[in-house]
């Protein structure tokens, strides 16, 4: 006998499985900074969903946009804090979800977290790390560049 099937849960839409993504227009994951912004014309079109600056000096932006391939999350997380960088803030972190989240306290779908003051013995450096998916699953991949 067919089961019947059971609708979505909660009323949030069920996503179309991901497609093979296309190659990466640089060599991923990127070793420098030129790397990083070459990986920027992949980005995916996204929806801030929140933004907090209620800390001194951080500054958080949730955004939301479709699941995609590790590189695509760097490129759209990039492109997300190109649009949302303000000089006042030293640290500015951009965290994706996926539509099928419910709660968006956590991250899903990448964090980007730019820090502008970073102490090196006597240098001060730009730092980006960036995590892909939530940052713990067998496929997530971390990056750290500087500049």
């Known amino acids: 006998m067919p089961r019947p099937q059971k609708p979505a849960q909660e009323g949030w839409p069920i996503e179309k499985p ?7 227009p640089t060599p991923f994951p990127p070793h420098t900074v030129a790397h990083l912004n070459q990986l920027e014309v992949g980005a995916l079109d996204y ?5 907090d600056t209620n800390y001194r000096s951080k500054k958080l932006v949730q955004i939301l946009y479709r699941r995609c391939a590790p590189w695509q999350q760097v490129a759209t997380l990039l492109k997300a804090f190109k649009d949302n960088d303000d000089k006042k803030f030293d640290t500015i972190v ?16 990448g964090q980007l977290i730019f820090d502008r003051n970073v102490r090196l013995g006597s ?3 730009k730092r980006y790390q960036i995590e892909t998916d939530n940052g713990y699953a067998m496929d997530a991949v ?4 500087s500049e």
């Open 123 to 125: 240098q001060t450096l």
């Open 47 to 51: 929806t801030v969903v929140s933004e």
């Open 18 to 24: 991901v497609q093979s993504a296309p190659e990466p």
């Open 94 to 109: 951009i965290q994706g979800v996926y539509n099928q989240e419910r709660t968006i306290y956590e991250y899903t779908n």
């Open 142 to 145: 971390r990056i750290v560049v």
